[in-house]
């Protein structure tokens, strides 16, 4: 079963930057989108950005087109996800996954933006 572990979350003053991770068990992003998604205090999880095995992004929020990165190490198998800029409305619970078929959730990485 494939596990995902997300790491790299904390607490950061407006304007900061973090470096998120997800690593996966098994060689699973050859054949999956991949995305990470956040999910704040009270609202729904949402889908943030999008990246395929062979690198093709998609930032599906706006709202961090331009501030966050993500990319992708097949040989690692392991998902990134680079924040710069960042906002108190960045503040949430932040998880990978792919984008259909989902596999079980991990336990995220608390991202907390707060001076």
């Known amino acids: 079963q494939v596990q995902l572990v997300e790491s790299g979350g904390g607490l950061v003053q407006p304007g900061g930057s973090l470096r998120l991770s997800c690593a996966a068990s098994g060689s699973i992003f050859s054949i999956n989108l991949m995305g990470w998604y956040r999910q704040a205090p009270g609202k729904q999880r949402e889908l943030v950005a999008t990246?395929?095995?062979?690198?093709?992004?998609?930032y599906v929020d706006s709202v961090v087109k331009g501030r966050f990165t993500i990319s992708i190490n097949n040989a690692k198998n392991t998902v990134y996800l680079q924040m710069n800029s960042l906002k108190p409305e960045d503040t949430a619970v932040y998880y990978c996954?792919?984008?259909?078929?989902?596999?079980?959730w991990g336990q995220g990485t608390q991202v907390t933006v707060s001076s």
């Open positions: 990246i395929s095995s062979s690198g093709s992004t998609n």
């Open positions: 996954n792919r984008v259909s078929s989902f596999y079980p």
